[in-house]
């Protein structure tokens, strides 16, 4: 049976029917296979580090396992599976001496497990040959959360309110006036970020200085 993957209206709709059906084991495997291979290279530019990201992708897929009983589809399945993924890769940096050796239960769903490390194996690869590009290496010079805004809006192109729900996510959906809020200050931290990007790859002769680039467009 082909894949949604490409259709992101029909993965929302399938992963929710699956859920709201009952049939988790489903849910979750619809999940992974219409945005794993997204969220892992996510791990993998965030962390720099494609052992500590697969680590993390696991740490992902079991609080993905223990929490899709309770999403109430406030979101879209995509953007609460981010705000899942950047959870688990901020608590294994504070505690990731905690993590060495942990099982994870999910691992027992067998089916899951084998897609799991399908995505680790597809999605390397093509971390591989983005990791070449120079502007990637100039973004890492920036703090983590200026990345993972440019990340997410740049490469994900979330809107502005899903980018606000996924960078303060702590376990609960928040508020629409929240988020709104959240998503001003944050899309003005975008646009510093993105002209420091900007200066260093004028320095580095990677794109023309400010006189001679083409109108940039708005955010």
């Known amino acids: 049976?082909?894949?949604?993957?490409?259709?992101?209206?029909?993965?929302?709709?399938?992963?929710?029917?699956?859920?709201?059906?009952?049939d988790k084991h489903a849910a979750a495997t619809a999940l992974l296979e219409a945005y794993g291979r997204e969220l892992l290279g996510f791990l993998i530019a965030r962390l720099?580090?494609?052992?500590?990201?697969?680590?993390v992708f696991s740490q992902f897929t079991e609080d993905l396992w223990r929490g899709l009983d309770g999403f109430r589809w406030q979101c879209s399945a995509r953007v609460w599976?981010?705000?899942?993924?950047?959870?688990?890769?901020?608590?294994?940096?504070?505690?990731?001496?905690?993590?060495?050796?942990?099982?994870?239960p999910f691992s027992r769903a067998g089916p899951l497990s084998q897609l799991e490390e399908k995505l680790r194996t597809a999605t390397r690869t093509v971390a591989r040959t983005e990791a070449r590009s120079?502007?990637?290496?100039?973004?890492?010079?920036?703090?983590?959360?200026?990345?993972?805004?440019?990340?997410?809006?740049?490469?994900?192109?979330?809107?502005?309110?899903?980018i606000a729900q996924v960078m303060v996510y702590e376990g609960e959906i928040a508020p629409d006036a929240a988020l709104q809020k959240e998503a001003v200050r944050l899309r003005k931290r975008y646009q510093l970020a993105k002209e420091k990007l900007r200066r260093m790859a004028q320095e580095q002769g990677?794109?023309?200085?400010?006189?001679?680039?083409?109108?940039?467009?708005k955010e």
């Open 1 to 22: 049976m082909s894949s949604p993957r490409g259709d992101p209206a029909l993965a929302e709709e399938r992963i929710r029917a699956l859920a709201e059906g009952g």
């Open 48 to 55: 720099r580090d494609s052992d500590m990201a697969s680590e």
């Open 81 to 104: 599976a981010y705000a899942l993924v950047r959870h688990a890769a901020s608590r294994h940096l504070k505690d990731a001496h905690k993590r060495r050796g942990r099982q994870v």
């Open 134 to 162: 120079r502007i990637a290496q100039l973004r890492e010079a920036l703090p983590p959360d200026d990345q993972t805004l440019i990340i997410l809006r740049v490469n994900r192109k979330l809107d502005w309110k899903d």
């Open 206 to 217: 990677l794109i023309p200085p400010a006189g001679e680039a083409k109108g940039g467009g």
